[in-house]
């Protein structure tokens, strides 16, 4: 069996409130996925144990270029879950020269907008931070994983893992 070779983001986009950044948007972190657990030992036991409690908050971070004054008019949506944000990135496999899209869709609120460090004759950059509540992950129209905080979905590789706890209690 041939030896996989990696796949390499050629380009991405980032849209917020369907505003496209191309051009702007320097780097994105996505959120990081961290289980909640709490150590549980009891009697029989001979060792520590991580109970599954659920997740730890999400957030992501852009980093753009520039000013601009949408940054700012993020800050007019007042729920968790209502700015849109979404991330499109194209990576080409190096030894197979096949393309996949991932499209990560997530929905949240700015939680941390600071104005930048401007210096005279610089591309002055801007870091905003997003709390996140809704996550979706695509490659190729597939969905991989889907977490929506408020409303209690956590779906992975086509398993809903909540569905049956959400019939049961009437959710």
């Known amino acids: 069996?041939?030896?996989q070779l990696p796949a390499?983001?050629?380009n991405f986009n980032v849209r917020?409130?369907?505003d496209s950044h191309a051009g702007t948007a320097k780097t994105i972190t996505l959120p990081e996925i961290v289980k909640k657990t709490e150590e549980y030992r009891a009697a029989g036991m001979i060792g520590d144990i991580k109970?599954?409690?659920?997740f730890e908050a999400m957030e992501s971070t852009i980093n753009y270029t520039g000013v601009d004054a949408r940054h700012i008019t993020q800050l007019t949506y007042c729920g968790v879950s209502d700015l849109p944000i979404r991330f499109l990135g194209a990576y080409e496999r190096q030894d197979t020269c096949t393309?996949?899209?991932r499209d990560v869709y997530m929905r949240g609120?700015?939680?941390n907008l600071p104005l930048g460090e401007m210096e005279l004759g610089n591309i002055n950059e801007q870091e905003l931070t997003y709390s996140v509540t809704y996550l979706k992950v695509v490659d190729d129209g597939a969905t991989l994983l889907e977490i929506d905080f408020v409303n209690g979905v956590y779906i992975v590789g086509g398993k809903d893992m909540t569905s049956e706890i959400n019939t049961r209690l009437g959710l």
């Open 1 to 3: 069996m041939a030896k």
């Open 8 to 10: 390499v983001l050629k």
């Open 16 to 18: 917020v409130d369907g």
């Open 51 to 54: 109970l599954d409690l659920g």
């Open 99 to 101: 393309h996949v899209v």
């Open 109 to 111: 609120s700015v939680t």
